[in-house]
């Protein structure tokens, strides 16, 4: 069983600083790309931040320059520090990685749980 738990999600004030973490736990043989996602109320799910595992990262338009991913391949964790937040950045925020579990042959996509971020203005 492999699972990803997100942490770190909470009220802030407009011009804030909140670092999300995600950890991979289980029987995980490897991990490739990891990410997060977020999904406002009413919206679709949208990509915020991707890392591959050598450290690749892209981002979306709307974060690129305030957000920050990072990944500790040791401990299988995501982070994800957002600056000058926004009230629009308002969302559930979502963990997700594409891994390779102990036993098997193909990659899954896992996601976690989400972590609610509320900007206020």
């Known amino acids: 069983q492999v699972q990803l738990v997100e942490s770190g999600g909470g009220l802030v004030q407009a011009g804030g600083s909140l670092r999300l973490s995600c950890a991979a736990s289980?029987?995980?043989?490897?991990?490739?790309?990891m990410g997060w996602y977020r999904q406002a109320p009413g919206k679709q799910r949208e990509l915020v931040a991707t890392?591959?595992?050598?450290?690749?990262?892209n981002y979306a338009d709307s974060v690129r320059g305030r957000f920050t991913i990072s990944r500790d391949n040791a401990k299988n964790t995501v982070y994800l520090q957002m600056n000058s937040l926004k009230p629009e950045d308002t969302a559930d925020y979502y963990c997700?990685?594409?891994?390779?579990?102990?036993?098997?042959?193909?990659?899954?996509?896992?996601w976690g749980q989400g972590t609610l971020v509320t900007v206020s203005s």
């Open positions: 997700n990685a594409v891994l390779l579990a102990v036993g098997n042959y193909r990659y899954l996509e896992v």
């Open positions: 289980g029987s995980i043989f490897s991990i490739n790309a």
């Open positions: 890392i591959t595992h050598g450290g690749d990262t």
